[in-house]
Antibody, heavy 121, light 108 residues
Framework: QVQLQESGPGLVKPSDTLSLTCTLS????????WSWIRQSPGKGLEWIGF???????FYNPSLKSRVSISIDASKNHFSLNLASVTAADTAVYFC???????????????WGQGTLVTVSS | EIVMTQSPATLSVSPGERATLSCRAS??????LAWYQQKPGQSPRLLIY???TRAAGIPARFSGSGSGTEFTLTISSLQSADSAVYYC??????????FGGGTKVEIK
């Protein structure tokens, strides 16, 4: 059974970089597309971006200047970095998988439980 | 960016009755639409993809329909376990992928 688990600091200071990792168990990171999505009361569900096993990435244009997603297949995990954070970046951050190997499906069949990140001094 | 609008914001339905949720896209998205269910404190759960295909393990009382810009999620006979927020998501035109604002289904 595929399981995803987000990890990282729950509190980040304004202007710092938010860094989260999503670790996969019960499956292989190879061949699939892996995404980050966040949810805040003010903006609902917001797609951040995805990375393919090959390293190809696509980001939300509204965040593109600040976001970076990377993958480490040897550790079966992928990571999110979001720079220059403000209070508006406070949200629950989810990692998720698109279901089809080597084909971008566009939707998500497995999600992590989510991790709350608060931006505050 | 394609804007997804869901209605109503809240739907109150008695057990055993039908619940009909709507999702409208600001531009054509073909059948590239998914529905998710989210309960408090949980991550979203995939219900429907390609507008009308049920995901693995999803009960037959959940059905999706529509194409283009107008979509519907129907829960044919509401159960107490169906109390949740439901989101639609388009994946026809990206980046970015976009989600609707959600419909909260309450049990009367």
């Amino acid at each position: 059974q595929v399981q995803l688990q987000e990890s990282g600091p729950g509190l980040v200071k304004p202007s710092d970089t938010l860094s989260l990792t999503c670790t996969l168990s019960g499956g292989s990171i190879s061949g699939y597309y892996w995404s980050w999505i966040r949810q805040s009361p003010g903006k609902g569900l917001e797609w951040i971006g995805f990375i393919h096993y090959s390293g190809n990435t696509f980001y939300n244009p509204s965040l593109k200047s600040r976001v970076s997603i990377s993958i480490d297949a040897s550790k079966n995990h992928f990571s999110l970095n979001l720079a220059s954070v403000t209070a508006a970046d406070t949200a629950v951050y989810f990692c998720a998988r698109s279901p089809d190997s080597d084909v971008w499906s566009g939707y998500y069949d497995y999600w992590g439980q989510g991790t709350l990140v608060t931006v505050s001094s | 960016e394609i804007v997804m609008t869901q209605s109503p914001a809240t739907l109150s339905v008695s057990p055993g009755e039908r619940a009909t949720l709507s999702c409208r896209a600001s531009h054509y998205v073909s059948s590239n639409l998914a529905w998710y269910q989210q309960k408090p404190g949980q991550s979203p759960r995939l219900l429907i993809y390609r507008a009308s295909t049920r995901a693995a393990g999803i009960p037959a009382r959940f059905s999706g329909s529509g194409s283009g810009t107008e979509f519907t999620l129907t829960i044919s006979s509401l159960q107490s376990a169906d109390s949740a927020v439901y989101y639609c998501q388009q994946y026809n035109e990206w980046p970015p992928l976009t989600f609707g604002g959600g419909t909260k289904v309450e049990i009367k």
